[in-house]
């Protein structure tokens, strides 16, 4: 499912609480921040990944 692969992006898995996803996104979006990362196209793309599986589970969780 698509949800599901959005979980694993952020590497927890769908039964976490909101808490603990924001914790993941958090510590991924610092790995991967393209300012941290200059060179890297690779960092950028996942990056933005990242970002967007985020911002999916919070407004699909805002609504539950």
């Given at each position: 499912?698509?949800?599901?692969?959005l979980?694993?992006?952020?590497?927890?898995?769908?039964?976490v609480?909101?808490?603990t996803?924001?914790?993941?996104?958090?510590?991924?979006?610092?790995?991967?921040?393209?300012?941290?990362n200059?060179?890297?196209?690779?960092?950028?793309?996942?990056?933005?990944?990242?970002?967007?599986?985020?911002?999916?589970?919070?407004?699909?969780?805002?609504?539950?």
């Open positions: 499912m698509i949800t599901h692969n979980y694993k992006i952020l590497g927890v898995d769908s039964d609480d909101t808490s996803i924001k914790i993941a996104y958090r510590r991924l979006a610092s790995k991967y921040h393209p300012d941290k200059l060179d890297d196209n690779k960092s950028k793309k996942h990056f933005i990944e990242i970002k967007d599986a985020y911002e999916q589970i919070m407004e699909k969780r805002k609504y539950e």
